[in-house]
């Protein structure tokens, strides 16, 4: 799966060499496929390389064109991870932990976030409620620093190469809670404003505890902008606009008081203009995230700024139109590129319906 996965990435992101592409995909489809053949024994099998494995492949299929395949295969992954009580807090003698405690956090953690964002963004229940399991984010430390007597060098705590992937998992409870209390079916209106009010300043915490490297001022230097640091900045800063985004949509507003919804449309065209940023400079760097459920969040971060600019239609300037329709255009850029790595295809005729 890991060479299933390399072949894929290093082929989508040089599409420009058809051959050379052909022959990579066709290379990551015959790992993945023989992967596939050894489905029966993981599904069955009590171990944790299992999960591993199964959290693998639903990992690569999540690159998929639609979400249908990945979804599937986290459910089994996810019901596996139950089984073994992946689930549950291992207490561990003097609270110290093994190589082998924290590979069972961070696979729960894999699988929970991939189930969460899918979920969510296909309009499902949460899978599990934050009441019903206690296991700890995985300490922050390289592999080769744990043992099966525990921490090798605490000095080393703190210091790994996945701060992003941490950062991640420690977003999933926030995305848990908005969806839940946001856009389930039986969300409360009248605890609407309090609830966003709350799960915003949960988010801005998080953003002030997001380590040095993963913060985009620290690359305002010119002469870090080729850090390879800074990509993982920027994905961070994107899925924490994306929280906002969604938590702020006009969709799921459930005021009827005019400040209200005029303070969430300003938020949310705020939080687009500066998502755009971030995405265009990860689009330079041919970095894109080429999936349905990236796709899906531009698009509505594209619709809530024509939202935005059609409600106050009667008080926009010229100069305000003009830049909706630049951002408007990068929008559908973006769009298009992710829609090719895809195999969609994109006529001249949708860049149109802007003129």
């Not at 969040?297 to 939202?307: C, D, H, P, Q």
């Amino acid at each position: 799966m890991v060479f299933a996965t390399m072949w894929f990435q290093y082929g989508i992101r040089n599409r420009e060499e058809p051959e050379r592409y052909a022959q990579l995909n066709e290379l990551s489809n015959r790992h993945y496929h023989w992967c596939l053949s050894k489905f029966f024994d993981l599904a069955i099998s009590p171990t944790l390389t299992a999960v591993q494995a199964l959290a693998m492949i639903m990992v690569h299929t999540r690159n998929f064109p639609k979400p249908a395949c990945s979804s599937t295969i986290a459910q089994y992954a996810f019901i596996k991870a139950l089984e073994l009580n992946l689930h549950r807090r291992v207490k561990m003698p003097n609270n110290t932990t093994t190589l082998e405690n924290e590979m069972r956090k961070r696979v729960w953690w894999v699988i929970l976030a991939v189930m969460v964002t899918l979920s969510g963004r296909l309009g499902r229940p949460m899978p599990i409620s934050l009441y019903e399991f206690d296991v700890d984010f995985p300490i922050p430390i390289e592999d080769e620093y744990l043992g099966e007597e525990g921490i090798l060098d605490h000095s080393q705590v703190g210091r790994c190469s996945w701060h992003v992937g941490l950062m991640g998992f420690k977003v999933v409870p926030l995305y848990m809670e908005m969806y839940t209390k946001i856009y389930g079916v039986r969300c409360d209106p009248r605890r609407y404003v309090q609830v966003v009010q709350d799960l915003d300043a949960a988010m801005d915490k998080f953003i002030e505890s997001l380590p040095t490297e993963l913060r985009l001022e620290t690359y305002r230097d010119p002469n870090r902008q080729n850090d390879p640091g800074m990509l993982f900045a920027m994905y961070t800063r994107a899925f924490c606009l994306e929280f906002k985004l969604c938590l702020r949509h006009p969709s799921v507003c459930m005021s009827n008081d005019p400040k209200v919804i005029a303070e969430n449309s300003r938020i949310c065209e705020e939080t687009v203009k500066e998502l755009l940023k971030v995405v265009k400079e990860v689009q330079r760097k041919k970095s894109l995230d080429t999936t349905w459920y990236q796709l899906a969040v531009y698009l509505a971060a594209l619709f809530s700024l024509l939202v935005a600019h059609w409600q106050r239609r009667f008080d926009v300037t010229e100069a305000e139109v003009a830049a909706l329709r630049e951002d408007a255009r990068a929008w559908l850029s973006i769009i298009a590129e992710i829609g090719r790595q895809m195999g969609m295809c994109f006529t001249p005729a949708v860049f149109d319906l802007l003129n």
